[in-house]
């Protein structure tokens, strides 16, 4: 009987053991299938175009699914990390239900919407990092429930309103708190203060306002504060400038006054990022700061700083960045650059930036000893007298000289041509003489050239012709004599101003140029003669021409009609001749004319500007006539005589003119069909045929395009990169499309480009001129298109500009027509014209270009399929799912009527 209960007894503990273990096995499993219930929802709300959550199904347990992270021991989700995966879509509520979550990072998506409140829930979050999305509305008050969290970051959303109180009041743990790049208003709360182990606080770029509260100087702890690009007002607190720890300090760009404290270099010892520029301050810069000696950065700009400068910055030996530019530093009279001496100890100095202070005395030989780190190096608008320092080409790493509105005398040293990474050189308005060195032709990274006010002569040096990067040219105001270089007006970069006016420059221009980007042109006030040339009509992208007080004679040729974009034309005090021409009267961007003070005769057009008075001057020429009234012009000679004699040609003359034309043309027309037809049978290659055998090199193509440039890039997308270039031989503007054949399905894309546009020609495609496929230098696969170049870009760049900004001029609704009409007729032509059929699948507005007449031509064919293939593949694949092909929104109607009828 004993031995029978003692054997039941251990039974019933047996199970009541098992028992116990199935319960927690079934609320284990109940709980588990509670995440991944919540993890599908997730899932199910958001798009997925890379179709990275293609492993989130019942294939793999969710612990193993792509982003996840499980506890080992309860196999419960732990982290949920989707970064910079395109991800678009809000965020459902359901993630509330992931109890044991620690980490949530979606930075670098699209998500939307709202943050959802149902995030408080989240007891164990450690974690929350939803950056750079495009979150709308408030941050939630309820984040404030999760008690565990040590970082929270929201930074580059869509966020408005306040910066909840109620959130900043429970979480004792946090330590970094990221709101900068939102649209937060309101104030800083003082509740600040309960964030007691916080170290990182950003919140710039918002538009925080009213003070800083004293309550943020409590934070012991705090290494990291950016509170700049607000609208906060008032003076800094004394309590943060006791903050020891303070790593980085930045309240750049806000409303603060009052002036920094003499001992900051004492009290934040630590300091190693200083930005306190575009603010109200004043007073002289603490003579303490070289005390901060971990300083790395420091930034004053564009306050309103005094005094002298501190003799003892160079004690900052690992100072890389020093910007005092926009104040008003130095004494009035006494020598203020001696501060430039002591930086020499600055061996990692690469910025350097003092431009419109008071700073007054002669550049010290130093100069010369600086970093060869240094790469910016701008004093201009000071009171700087003395020579250009010879030694200054031991700066090799400068990229930007300023030294512009200033007293500077001498010459350019000859050393400035060893300065090869020089991208910018501002020497303006100084009292420089001598001639440009011949060695500037070795500055061939060179995109801006500034030397205009000063006593500068001789001649241009034809060596620049060597910086094919220049995109800016200012000479005017010297004494520069000869003529204008034909190598200066040949170089293809230019595309922002060349201005030589107000110097002695003789002869006739040159009758053979090309600067088709090129925006500005000034030549005026010179002793230039002779016509002005046909060449400037190629100049496509002028807005301003000015040659006025010159000695061109001739008539206003008509080449000069192609420069549909002129904003200002400057004719006057010269010598043409000849009418007005008509084509003046059509450009409607033309808001300033003057063609005073030459020998013009003839009608005053009336139309277009010659309606505005104000906005055109042709006085000094007595031989016009008529005009609108308030010109107050003498009317034409023998109006009404012209009148009878244009009545009888329509009436007489006219009409046998027209029979007798009416008659050539119809034997012209018959003449034509016969040798039309006689001809149908043979095989007249077309311009495209001849240019199809053109050969190019990948090297050609590298040194067409800068070496593929960044500054040469002018788009991209999924099969590769399209750059800008200019053939060498020709000299003609291309686009290169260089396929990036690391990309699946790009070989496949250039193949398909090349086949189609070899069966397809028509006046609204763009023509591949030729095509490359080659070995690069690294022994690469290299593979590109050359097509014509569209200088005006894509209809896409017209309808959807970047950062909202409109274009120079809108699309007129006559322009939207006419180019809905040509891409009509391209779809007309492949679809119903050529042989076989072809489908492009991928139209859309980036993939119409515009010439320059605004004539749009349909682009990028990498997609494109025949319709007998296409037929094939889907009748030869009823049972297989349909690959459609494009972007979302576009699918070509012809290939969808075939997937429908399937």
Known sequence: MEFFSMSCYGEFCSFLILFTLLSHTHTLLLSNETDRHALLIFKNQIEDPLSILRTWNDSLHFCNWYGIKCDPQNQHVVSLKLVSLNLVGPISPSIANLTYLTEFNLRNNTFHGEIPQEIGRLSQLQTLNLSRNFFQGEIPTNLGHCTQLKTIDLTHNELVGKIPAEVLTSLSKLRILYLAYNNLTASIPPSVRNLSSLTDLYLSNNYLEGRIPDELGRIAGLEYLQIGSNELSGMIPTTLYNLSSLLLFDVTGNQFFGSLPPDLGLTLPNLQYLYVGENQFKGPIPVSLSNASGLIEIEFIKCNFDGSMPLDLGNIQGLQYLNLGRNQLGTKGGDDLGFLTSLKNCSNLYFLDAVLNNLNGALPRSIANFSINLSHLALGGNQIFGSIPVGIENLLSLTALGMDNNILTGAIPIGIGKLTKLEGLYLSRNRLSGQIPSSFGNLTRLNELYLYQNYLQGIIPSTLEKCHYLQVVELSDNNFTGTIPVQVLSLPSLSNSLNLSRNSFIGSLPSDFDLIFL??????????????????????????????????????????????????????????????????????????????????????????????????????????????????????????????????????????????????????????????????????????????????????????????????????????????????????????????????????????????????????????????????????????????FMPNGSLEMWLHPEGGERQSKDLTLIQRLDIAIDVASALDYLHHHCQPPLVHRDLKPNNVLLDDDMNARVADFGLAVFLNEASSNLSGNQNSSIEIKGSIGYLAPVFYVKIASL
């Open 519 to 788: 925006q500005r042109l000034d030549i005026s006030d010179n002793k230039l003669l002779g016509e002005i040339p046909l060449a400037l009509g190629n100049c496509l992208s002028l807005e301003y021409l000015y040659m006025s007080g010159n000695f061109f004679q001739g008539t206003i040729p008509q080449s000069l009609k192609n420069l549909e974009g002129i904003k200002e034309l400057d004719l006057s005090h010269n010598n043409l001749s000849g009418p007005i021409p008509k084509y003046l009267e059509k450009f409607t961007n033309l808001n300033y004319l003057n063609l005073s003070f030459n020998d013009l005769g003839g009608e005053i057009p009336k139309e277009g500007i010659f309606k505005n008075k104000t906005a055109i001057s042709v006085l000094g020429n007595d031989k016009l006539c008529g005009g609108i009234p308030n010109l107050m012009l003498p009317p034409c000679p023998n109006q009404d005589t012209k009148k009878e004699r244009n009545s009888l040609a329509l009436r007489v003359i006219l009409p046998v003119t027209g029979a007798l034309v009416c008659l050539i043309l119809i034997s012209c027309f018959l003449v034509v069909l016969y040798w039309k037809r006689k001809s149908r049978k043979k095989n007249v290659p077309t311009s495209f045929n001849a240019d199809r055998h053109l050969k190019i090199s990948y090297l050609e193509l590298l040194n067409a395009t800068n070496g593929f440039s960044s500054t040469n890039l002018i788009g991209s997308g999924s099969f590769g990169s399209v750059y800008k270039g200019i053939i060498e031989h020709n000299k003609t503007m291309v686009a290169v499309k260089v396929l990036n054949l690391q990309q699946r399905g790009a070989s496949k894309s250039f193949l398909a480009e090349c086949e189609a546009m070899r069966n397809i020609r028509h006046r609204n495609l763009v023509k591949i001129i030729t095509s490359c496929s080659s070995i690069d230098f690294k022994g690469n696969d290299f593979k590109a298109l050359v097509l014509e």
